[in-house]
């Protein structure tokens, strides 16, 4: 019988020109372990069978596995894996303090061309059994945090969905070592809102924020096309998205901010969370922009210890002035995801 203690996930890059050319893993992904399904749906074929049951046999036509990776206490360096097989591949980090390792990724995609994502073959499984799926991307990304009152623990979480070919019983690859990373401290996180691209990062709303939950939306899907396989082909690239969720405590900002969405007015909010410091460079640092409009504004949404707060949701849309939607950066002690 397998045990729990055993549980690991593991991953390795696929080489940009062989997706779906399944590879042994490199390293380990720290968080908690997800639940295995199947790749597979059969369908129970209804016929007039003469008797009183409507079907004998299944038939199973494609192959497609799904599932999330998830960290409740998220590092920086796990948010290359994701962003570089989601959003933007083929990102070179540059260093930032010549010596430091303070390596700066930008995965801000391109909005009129291909962000060619990368591929990874994920291994997962126990001490009895072990299974891999290869040709694996990333179609969403989420991270939230809030500020707790009491001098508690504030994780940042990342969960992050992909989807693979088929999942096929494995061998483990074995001695990799555990990982180690810069926990993102929601404390630490900070937010500005800007009228303009032009501006962004200049206007913090200080002292306010208590709590955020980020979504990305890659864009990325499998592409199922008549072949000798019952799995998907390859992938395309569609609509980039995001929204940006955000607690304050309740105040005059938010009133403002009410009437921004009351009037359908245009906004560029940056999202920073900043870590410790890279030897004498830089810190390890995330940092989410976002243009687009307030969905929604509710001005007392919520209540703590009699503080009123309030949640305002800014969802992405295309600017015509800035040209641009979202931009992701990742500055940390690693130049390598895979």
Known sequence: MGNSLFNVVQYGGEATASKGTAVAATKIWPGQFPKIGSDSKPAFIQEQLGVR????????????????LSAAHGTFQQLLFPLSCGLK?????????????????????SLTSANNPESATIELGDDVQFWEVEYCMFDKLSLSGNIPQDGGDAPVSVEA????????????????????????????????????????????????????????????????????????????????????????????????????????????????INGAQIGSGGTHNFTFDIGGYFEQVDPISDEDRTDNLSTFALRSSYDTTGAKLIQAKVKTNTNAWK
């Open 161 to 272: 969905g992909f989807f693979g070919r088929q999942l096929t019983a494995t061998t483990k690859t074995g001695s990799l070592s555990l990982p180690s990373g810069e926990f993102m401290n929601a404390k630490l996180a900070r937010l500005y809102v800007d009228t303009a691209w032009s501006g962004i990062g200049g206007t913090e709303l200080s002292n306010l924020l208590r709590g955020f939950q980020l979504e990305i939306l890659t864009g990325v899907h499998p592409d199922f096309t008549g072949s000798a396989a019952t799995y998907f082909n390859s992938h395309k690239e569609g609509e980039i998205s995001a929204m940006l969720t955000i607690t304050l405590e309740a105040g005059s900002s938010i009133n403002t901010i009410l009437g921004l969405q009351q009037a359908g007015t245009f906004r560029a909010a940056r999202l920073e």
């Open 53 to 68: 049951a409507s079907t004998r046999r299944v038939k199973v036509y494609e192959k497609l596995y799904t599932n999330s």
């Open 89 to 109: 591949g083929s990102v070179t980090a540059s260093e930032q303090t010549s010596g430091q390792a303070d390596y700066l990724w930008d995965f801000t995609p």
